[in-house]
């Protein structure tokens, strides 16, 4: 399932990104009171109910004569394309300007579905204002205060009533992995290796392909669908910076995944957008696999290969069960290790445990380390059981989940992995008091 994109868009310093802010749970968006300050889109995923959905925030969109203005506005328009509903913020204190009408014409050209928040309508002068946002013609408005916190359940409601998350066209047992990872690291060329045959385009230049790209397979008898997330151009115009825009092609394209392949170019080594990308991989629960390509062009390769790997675990701590391959798209040197390696974490993302067998290794884990005390009380660890898969989930109940430091919460997860293979999967420990549901 794909979730929903919505934008917000809005000219500058209404307060999109307090509203982001809100809507997110956390201050990720920069707020100042200087016009223009979000100068960049921000990510978030904004979960409500039964409701989820990918947030972005833009810069503002501004007719005066700033250097920025042009790629701002050039932003804004990637992420209205992208967005399958905009969230049209406007002031409630200043009512409409120049720029509001700007925005307008552009929602309206790019005939998406349109909600109209007004933010600081807990100002006097909104009563002023008030009726002139009919003006601007559209269905939706919702009064909201990004300061005052207020209209957001309003908001989220006008947002999720028409949208369910988008399903798949592949049956169940269709395995789907997404090469990931930021541009011109050979994400296409290791997607034509992999089918043998040109079926992607494939240059030098960072961000040559536009879309999101399908390419169903067979492989030793079982179905596959790749997925080749997208680069940057956009109507024969690089209209920001590289990076940025790879991030939401990217978080699509892990929602519609089973497994995730996170490229890492070798000559250029690990840089911080290529742990961002991974970590949004992990945040879904996804199952990853960690393909180093370029290795054709690295010497001395047994010695670089423990280099690399021990580089690797030093800047991925967060996901220390990632297997790591080493392969040339170019060449199809080592090509050949990455399909059984995707197979295998497939596997173990949706392995199950009998529950006896839980329960032994967690009670043997327990009886082997207790854990600490706290203000004169210890953890009690009384049953175990796998609730999930995709990743594995488990519930353990204790007698205060309120005890659990997050060092015993990993020592259990290690023992966990020691015992059954979860290699390529995070797994996820649920500790619920006793007779908790």
């Given at each position: 399932m794909r979730k929903p994109v919505v934008a917000l868009v809005g000219r500058p310093n209404v307060g999109k990104s307090t509203i982001f802010n809100r809507l997110v749970g956390s201050k990720l968006a920069i707020i100042e009171d200087t016009p223009g300050v979000t100068r960049d889109r921000l990510y978030g995923t904004v979960n409500h109910g039964d409701y989820s959905f990918h947030l972005i925030d833009t810069g503002g969109i501004d007719i005066a004569e700033n250097k920025f203005n042009d790629e701002i506005k050039g932003q804004a328009e990637l992420a209205i394309d992208e967005a399958d509903i905009v969230v049209f913020v406007v002031d409630g204190k200043e009512g409409?300007?120049?720029?509001d009408y700007v925005v307008r014409d552009i929602l309206v050209r790019s005939g998406k579905d349109v909600i109209v928040a007004i933010n600081k309508a807990d100002t006097k002068l909104f009563k002023e204002h008030q009726y002139d946002f009919y003006e601007l013609g559209f269905a939706d408005y919702v009064c909201v205060s990004g300061e005052q916190n207020f209209g957001f359940y309003d908001l989220i409601?006008?947002?999720?009533?028409?949208?369910?998350?988008?399903p798949e066209d592949y049956e169940d047992d269709v395995i789907k992995f997404s090469i990931i990872g930021r541009p011109n690291v050979g994400k296409s060329s290791l997607?034509?290796?992999?089918?043998?045959?040109?079926r992607v385009i494939v240059s030098a230049v960072a961000g040559t392909t536009r879309d999101a790209i399908d390419t169903p397979f067979t492989y030793h008898g079982e179905q596959f669908v790749v997925i080749d997330t997208a680069g940057m151009r956009k109507r024969g115009k690089i209209y920001e910076n590289v990076e940025?825009?790879?991030?939401?092609?990217?978080?699509?394209a892990i929602d519609r995944s089973d497994v995730c392949v996170i490229?890492?170019?070798a000559e250029e080594g690990i840089i911080e957008h290529d742990k961002h990308i991974a970590g949004y991989a992990i945040s879904a629960g996804k199952a990853v696999v960690i393909a180093v390509n370029k290795w054709d062009v690295?010497?001395?390769?047994?010695?670089?290969?423990k280099d690399f790997t021990k580089d690797i675990r030093n800047n991925f701590?967060?996901?220390p069960y990632a297997p790591i391959v080493y392969l040339s798209a170019l060449t199809k040197k080592r090509i050949h290790t990455l399909m059984p390696m995707i197979i295998k974490v497939y596997d173990n993302a949706r392995r199950e445990v009998k529950t006896s067998l839980l329960n032994n290794i967690i009670m043997d884990a327990y009886a082997l380390n207790l854990p600490p005390t706290y203000k004169n009380k210890r953890l009690k660890i009384?049953?175990?059981s796998q609730v999930g898969t995709c990743p594995p989930t488990f519930n353990i109940q204790v007698n205060s989940k309120g005890l659990i430091h997050f060092s015993y919460e990993r020592y259990l997860e290690n023992k966990i992995r020691e015992s059954f293979d979860f290699e390529g999967t995070p797994i996820v420990l649920q500790f619920k008091n006793k007779g908790e549901q």
């Open positions: 409409l300007t120049a720029n409601d006008a947002i999720t009533k028409d949208f369910k998350e988008i997607v034509n290796a992999l089918l043998n045959e040109n940025k825009y790879s991030l939401l092609r990217s978080l699509k490229v890492i170019n690295i010497e001395n390769k047994d010695k670089a290969m701590q967060f996901m009384y049953f175990s």
